[in-house]
């Protein structure tokens, strides 16, 4: 509605929205005088039924509709259902005009229906929302169960809400679980040291939950931090028409976490950091800094005193937030940020996610060979379109610097720059372009009729433009007509040999690296082209130096000093970083030093070369140690590949870069291969290439199959594109000088689009087949695959949950996307379940799967609790010891959150940092092994989520804990292991 308003050209409107997500400042608007001879309209939700009084309101429209906060009777997820509003409140709202003059209400529904179907009250809180704050104080009053004390409430809640609310209270740990024993009761359990403290909390179960998993695993300060920024309303803020760098500033904040929570933790800490500092000591300062932030500055005073109230609170379960020590270990921190994810997916189990899997194969032919981590594609572009490449650029300027756009019929491709030296993954840029989609910004062209540009050119010869592909190189600053053929299928004019003898130059990660070929041949080919370049009188560069420009640019080797082609990385100050394009190291030189590149140095291809080491992927250790991969094996791979030239076989090309892998020869020894190495140590380890990977392997293999002299040279000009390229130039230059006239059409585009992007689903039952959406100021809210030949199941966790009114679509809030670990969904879904049943083959030799949930009842031989139980099917080999260590790491959490007189309320600081350093590291080694999980075939079990499957007679019974014979209060029962055939 409020774009509709807006949109009313003719009508004199001023219009504000005003609802508690937009911004305080925008909800201040709401009380400007309008500009005279314009009128104020304010869309407001049923905030401004009691919180907000407008003086100069003279008329209010009432629909008599609300959004009430119910529980979903299927899944007990939250849901805002559109309702009748009450009477009271409709005259509440009616109150709103009038205020300081005459003022009049107009409710949109007829004086009968009113008067029939109106209801006088709202329905009572306790007859719609969780109960689980109140149960669980209850419980601490010991006055017998539940639902006996509250049925004496004047509203009470009925025994199927209180029975389900037990169940959850167990799920979350709150009240004790027993798995399947017969005297299990559905209307009440025994209070665990966790439901205790969660009873003293002001935050929901899940947020209490996590703070006390923080205590365990030695991250209690950010759980304290997400737990008081999750109880209130978010402090990030997505301004009105500002959604884009709101969400690019959250990004930021995460890092390269993929995670809203981590994202909160490191915004309050900026925060806190400046404040300490002295930075922020005026009021002006601190909201300046908010505004550059997109950050609330009083929504995060208040998550500070929340936080500072919380931290108190839990002082009486002997829980200290430890004083920050310098950390000499340079992994500590990528250890910490991975134990905060595990614990965030324990906190908020069972709100776990997957993504679908792309078809590789189809997305290839849907970007027509471009590369998916630096290109979106648009649809519906206008005849010649090329013709607005400029509009097109400005419109993605704000994702980032466009290195080119290809236009393909009714296509676009447009393709951003990358730095050369930064590690494979998917382009901040194409994120940004696929989210302006999402957001549905408007992409308009203003553009001529084809009819008309036929109409004025060259008497319509023109026309055979019009199916042409186009390249519009922004980096070379050219505009030419090309071949229909997809990249990685294109003849190999980078190599003429699969064997390639070459130096390392730059080493951009482990396993991504520059270098260039000392064969002969092109040892004196560069030798000429340096001979050349620095034989001219050089000029100045005659524009300022920017990121992308392609210039000569000084080195000096040997003492001498000699000018290089060289492509601008960043500009900062009076001095630029350069890369050096034939030899792929890279230099910071003074902007003053910076030469023009004559135009027909451009013309002879690049002669560095960008290799990665083919079949290698990061190990868990590497992933949890480090960014992306640990600092050892970057050192490693550093020394590996440095001090000697390397021998590299070719396996394939894609996207100009060679998938190789790498031979060292030291000495008189054999030749090493530096893939084998590193998985021998731990580093890497073995992966499948990409299906362009694939298909380019089978292209090089036909073509180094037969004679290179014999091939043809795709790159002889033929008359048929001389005329094309002729023709493209006389319309430009028509279009350059205005001849075709002002532009009078307007052609709106689609997307952009990236067929690489994810969709997720629910991994529990009762969700699976529901459509699934993250909310649009989420990290997350786009998930674009860098590896979709990985097969591994990725996992998403979200904080919070609701749903649709129809219950069919379920809304993501506040996620965390987990590392790409192989088997990462199924050991943390076993490791924080309540109960679990593992699934055998039906030889009996291995186990292929897991059910997880609340357990059954061996009265009834009913799941407790269906709705929310996980069915996995293991994608890496899980043994009897994988179990075993679960249970391990279980038992570790459970001595630091017990009740008794060994309790960990009575443990003195040296013993609790202990265990808690014990509790760490035995999660750390759950995932950091020296050889990999076995990749296997997930198989699906043939009765899934069916309880009571496994032969009683081969469960291995766990022995009771120590000093608790009978009813156990721990938070986490013990597994049951299955025992397998020889």
Request: charged share 25%; hydrophobic share 40%.
């Amino acid at each position: 509605m409020h774009e509709l308003l807006t949109n009313m050209i003719h009508k004199r409107l001023q219009v504000y929205p005003l609802h508690s997500s937009v911004t305080l400042e925008e909800q201040n608007n709401v009380f400007l005088s309008p500009v005279p001879g314009y009128r104020k309209i304010i869309l407001s939700t049923n905030i401004a039924e009691s919180s907000v009084t407008v003086p100069d309101v003279k008329y209010v429209i009432d629909f008599c509709l609300t959004r009430t906060l119910v529980c979903d009777e299927d899944t007990n997820y939250q849901s805002l259902r559109l309702s009748w509003a009450s009477k009271t409140s409709c005259d509440q709202r009616k109150g709103r005009a009038g205020r300081v003059s005459k003022g009049y209400c107009y409710r949109l529904i007829p004086r009968d229906f009113w008067d029939s179907a109106i209801p006088d009250h709202v329905v009572p809180e306790m007859l719609r929302c969780p109960l689980g704050s109140t149960i669980l104080k209850v419980k601490l009053l010991d006055m017998g169960e539940p639902r006996a004390l509250l049925a004496t409430a004047l509203s009470p809640p009925s025994l199927s809400d209180i029975e389900r609310t037990i169940l959850l209270l167990k799920e979350v740990g709150a009240l004790a679980v027993s798995g399947q024993r017969e005297d299990e009761n559905p209307h009440d359990g025994e209070l665990t040291f966790l439901g205790r403290v969660l009873a003293q909390l002001p935050v929901s179960q899940q947020l209490g939950k996590l703070v006390v998993l923080g205590h365990v695993f030695g991250c209690l300060d950010e759980c304290l931090i997400i737990a008081a920024a999750l109880s209130l309303k978010n402090f990030f803020t997505m301004p009105f028409r500002q959604h884009l760098d709101g969400y690019r500033n959250k990004v930021h904040f995460s890092g390269s976490s993929r995670s809203d929570c981590l994202a909160l933790v490191e915004a309050f800490r900026a925060w806190q950091a400046c404040r300490q500092r002295g930075e922020l000591r005026r009021p002006k300062d601190e909201l300046d800094w908010g505004r550059l932030n997109y950050i609330q500055i009083k929504r995060i005073r208040e998550v500070a005193e929340l936080y500072e109230e919380l931290k108190n609170r839990i002082s009486q379960f002997n829980m200290f937030v430890g004083p920050h020590h310098p950390v000499l270990d340079q992994e500590y921190p990528y250890k910490q940020r991975f134990i905060l994810q595990v614990v965030l997916a324990g906190a908020f189990y069972p709100n776990y996610f997957t993504f679908g899997q792309p078809d590789e194969e189809m997305a290839v032919r849907e970007l027509a060979g471009k590369d998916p981590k630096t290109t979106v594609v648009l649809k519906h572009i206008p005849p010649y379109g090329f013709l607005y490449y400029k509009q097109l650029q400005s419109l993605f300027r704000q994702c980032g610097q466009v290195k080119s756009i290809v236009f393909d019929g009714a296509k676009a491709f447009v393709e951003f720059s990358r730095n050369p030296t930064e590690r494979f993954k998917t382009l901040p840029a194409v994120n940004l372009a696929v989210k302006m989609s999402q957001l549905k910004v408007s992409l308009e062209l203003s553009v001529h009729a084809a009819e008309e540009i036929e109409g004025k050119v060259q008497g319509g010869s023109v026309s055979k433009l019009r199916n042409t592909r186009v390249n519009v190189d922004f980096q070379k600053q050219t505009v030419d007509p090309m071949q229909v053929s997809f990249n990685t299928l294109d003849r190999p004019r980078t190599v003429a040999d699969l064997l390639l003898t070459i130096d390392v130059t730059e080493v951009v990660e482990v396993g991504h690296f520059w270098g260039y070929r000392i064969d002969e041949r092109n040892a004196e080919l560069l030798k000429q082209l340096t001979a050349e370049i620095n034989r001219l009188e050089l000029v100045p560069l005659p524009i300022h130096p920017h990121p992308d420009l392609v210039c000569l640019a000084p080195f000096t080797d040997y003492n001498k000093e000699s000018y290089f082609r060289a492509q601008i990385l960043y500009v900062s100050g009076n001095s630029a970083e350069v890369f050096f394009v034939d030899y792929g190291n890279r230099s910071h030189v003074d902007l003053d030093l910076l030469r023009e590149i004559p135009c027909q140095f451009l013309e002879l291809p690049f002669q560095a070369l960008e290799f990665k080491i083919c079949k290698m992927r990061p190990s868990a250790k590497s992933l949890i140690c480090g960014e992306h991969w640990s600092g050892g094996a970057h050192g490693r791979f550093a020394a590996l590949v440095g001090g000697c030239p390397l021998l590299v076989k070719v396996f394939s090309i894609v996207h100009s870069v060679l998938h190789v892998d790498v031979y060292r020869y030291s000495g008189a020894q054999d030749a090493v291969n530096v893939r084998d190495v590193l998985i021998r140590e731990g580093y890497a380890e073995l992966a499948e290439e990409s299906y362009e990977s694939k298909q380019s392997y089978e292209v090089l293999k036909g073509f180094f199959a037969k004679s290179v002299d014999t091939m043809p040279d795709g790159s002889v000009s033929s008359p048929l594109k001389d005329d094309e390229k002729h023709l493209l130039r006389i319309l430009l230059e028509s279009f350059a000088s205005n001849r075709l006239g002002a532009p009078n059409c307007k052609a709106v585009l689609h997307g952009p689009f990236n067929p690489y992007e994810l969709k997720c689903h629910s991994l529990t039952r009762i969700s699976k087949f529901r459509c699934v959406w993250i909310e649009k100021e989420s990290i997350n809210s786009v998930v674009i695959s860098d590896s979709p030949a990985d097969l591994h199941q990725r996992m998403l966790v979200a904080a919070s949950l609701s749903v649709n009114e129809t219950g069919s679509t379920m809304l993501l809030r506040e996620t965390s996307l987990m590392p790409h670990i192989p088997g990462l969904p199924a050991l943390l879904s076993m490791l924080f379940a309540p109960v679990m049943e593992l699934r055998v083959d039906r030889e009996g030799k291995c186990y292929t799967g897991v059910l997880c949930g609340l357990g059954w009842n061996s009265a009834t031989e009913a799941p407790i609790l269906p709705e929310h139980d996980i069915e996995l099917a293991f994608d890496v080999r899980l043994n009897v010891e994988d179990i075993v260590e679960i249970n391990i790491l279980r038992a570790a959490i459970n001595k630091l959150v017990c009740d008794g007189p060994n309790g960990s309320k009575y443990l003195g600081p040296e013993r609790i940092a202990q265990l808690q350093e014990n509790a760490r590291q035995k999660l750390l080694g759950l995932f950091c092994r020296l050889k990999p999980r076995e990749k296997i075939t997930p198989q699906w079990h043939e009765k899934p989520y069916e309880w009571n499957q496994v032969d009683p007679r081969l469960i291995m019974e766990q022995a009771e804990p120590e000093g608790s014979p009978g009813k156990s209060t721990s938070l986490y029962q013990l597994h049951t292991p299955v025992v397998l055939s020889p």
